[in-house]
């Protein structure tokens, strides 16, 4: 289950539900978009929570 990471950057995670803490694949993207204070946010649909998350 976890052993085809070969450590490159195309396939990581987006990053990790605040909420159960699920790791977010890449392809679970919902939208990209700056936030009011310039910093690149995502949204993201958790695989666990079956809902919209910011990964973090
Ligand atoms: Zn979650």
């Not at 976890?2 to 539900?17: E, F, M, V």
Request: one cysteine or more.
């Amino acid at each position: 289950m976890s052993g085809t990471r070969d450590g490159r950057a195309r396939d990581q995670p987006l990053g990790r539900c605040p909420i159960c803490e699920s790791m977010i694949p890449p392809g679970n993207l919902l939208i990209r978009y700056e936030s009011a204070d310039g910093w690149p946010k995502l949204f993201a649909e958790c695989p666990g929570c079956e809902d919209p998350v910011h990964p973090q």
